[in-house]
């Protein structure tokens, strides 16, 4: 079984323009987050996926800097994109974040690694509880190659809806434990200037090379109260209610199709 760690990235931000390249305690966000996927153990590859338009060619030098490969595909289908840098890389799992999340979890990405090496049955394995931006995820390949073929949603930055699906897929959702949980803070990912200066705050409270472990942050954070009112403010941005209606009615209508397909792709 081969797994990898894929991180999904682009510069196309306008809320906060361009984000993972800030500084944060003397390297940029990108790069924090390379240097925490390259801990996870028993991952074969470490892969920056982005966009083939030239605005988005400062991050694939940030991965050649920091010695990890890179796919450049689809700018706004990011599941196609994850998908063909999977067959690229000939990858049968992926452990899977947005580089909006410089301080995602290394203790649970490689206890779902240890999941599916013990559980290959696994399609979608995920965490949740924690805040936005710390949670994780793995998905088989060939469940990914299933949601590509039938998905006709075209935009799928947001595309959990189109996976979280206990109808079709084997999920699985890994148990968070209390300690992992902080109370007075929902997000700790990077969309605004607020999240920013947040960020800018914790990493400045630590060694600049040192890989953070969150239950410390979540200790820093405690210890500066203050410091949870920065960003609690902020809305997570979501698909619309529409969008939302919209799937799940594809799904009731065309379950037994998706079956097929899956089993097609499952065989082969």
Sequence with gaps: MKIGFLITARLKSSRLKLKLLKPL????????????????????????????????????????KNDISYYT???????????????????????????????????????????????????????????????????????????????????????????????????????????????????LTLDYQEDYELFKRIFGAFDKDEVIDILDAYEFLDANKELKELNNHKEQLDISKEAKIRISKFFEMNKERILAIKEEIYKA
């Design 25 to 64: 305690n003397n390297k940029t966000v990108i790069e924090h987050v390379i240097k925490r996927a390259k801990t996870i153990q028993k991952c074969d590859e470490v892969v920056l996926c982005t966009s083939q338009l030239s605005q988005d060619s400062p991050l694939v030098k940030k991965a050649l």
């Design 73 to 187: 595909g689809s700018e706004e289908d990011v599941l196609q994109r994850l998908l063909k840098a999977t067959e690229l890389f000939k990858l049968d799992y992926f452990i899977g974040i947005t580089a909006d999340n410089p301080l995602f979890s290394t203790y649970h990405a490689n206890l779902l690694v240890d999941l599916i090496l013990s559980n290959p049955d696994v399609d979608f394995a995920y965490t949740s509880g924690m805040p936005i931006g710390l949670n994780v995820y793995v998905i088989k390949a060939k469940a990914l190659k299933t949601v590509c073929a039938y998905k006709e949603e075209k935009d799928t930055e947001i595309w959990g809806y189109l996976i979280n699906r206990p109808e079709i897929f084997n999920i699985t959702e890994l148990p968070v434990n209390e300690q992992y949980i902080i109370k007075g803070i929902d997000r």
